[in-house]
């Protein structure tokens, strides 16, 4: 099982991306949904949430700006992030809550994809 995240690149103060994440593997059931980001000489923060419902949440510095959803079926989940800043600069994660058929819930992290937003 594992996650791979994709879509990070470099923008414009103002412009968007949209990363995806995808969850591969024996997977039979998937919980939580979940982006965060780690800038340079900061530790990783969190960003998004969405439930196994499809309830999302966001941290206060992103609401309004950031969408996350998530596709059950195709097992991923996607951070549209519009009117970026540079402030947004940073390796973002996405993490998941994930049912393996041999080993049960476990946590997993994606391997991060680099967002730079600079003029």
């Known amino acids: 099982v594992q996650l791979q995240a994709s879509g990070g690149g470099l923008v414009q103060p103002g412009g968007s991306l949209r990363l995806s994440c995808a969850a591969s593997g024996s997977i039979i059931g998937i919980n939580r949904m979940a982006w965060f980001r780690q800038a340079p000489g900061e530790p990783r923060k969190w960003v998004a949430t969405?439930?196994?419902?499809?309830?999302?949440s966001y941290v206060d510095s992103v609401k309004g700006r950031f969408t996350v959803s998530r596709d059950d079926a195709k097992k991923t989940t996607v951070l549209q992030m519009n009117s970026l800043k540079p402030e947004d600069t940073a390796v973002y994660y996405c993490?998941?809550?994930?049912?393996?058929?041999?080993?049960?819930?476990?946590?997993?992290w994606g391997q991060g994809t680099q967002v730079t937003v600079s003029s």
């Open positions: 969405i439930t196994a419902r499809g309830s999302p």
């Open positions: 993490n998941a809550d994930l049912r393996d058929a041999a080993t049960g819930w476990n946590t997993y």
